[in-house]
């Protein structure tokens, strides 16, 4: 049981991002749920025949990075600044980054992956990685300089 005097979290609604910033991940995690199920309707059964054949990984690849990722990320861009307290600096243009790098990234791993061809492998792996590692990078410096009340100086 909490006691009466125990200090009470409240939602900060003044740091809210702009609505196109988690809402353009919330747009277009369905797009990548829809492209993998037109690739599925096209390959038919044959892309599941194997949990290893490049079609399933494909489409995993679209479902997970494309969908769940992608909603994800959105929603800690939104939630960080209102629950936590954290505002990622120059949030308008690392979410734009973010969504452009997690966009191409994951269309180009799911090509390489259809298509069988190695050398999409190294340009997915590329973007992907600067672009998480971007988004990290972001949340670190916003969670470093958040100071939270109460908490002594460093």
Known sequence: MKPLDAPRRALSFDDNPPLSLPLRFFL???LFAALAAALLAWQGPDALLSRWSPHTLALTHLMVLGCLSMTMIGALMQILPVVAGITVPRAGAVGAAVHAGLCAGTLLLASAFWLEQTWLFRGAMALLLATLLL????????MWRQHAPGAGAV
């Not at 988004?135 to 916003?142: D, I, K, R």
């Open 135 to 142: 988004f990290l990078g972001a949340c670190t410096v916003g």
């Open 28 to 30: 277009s995690a369905p």
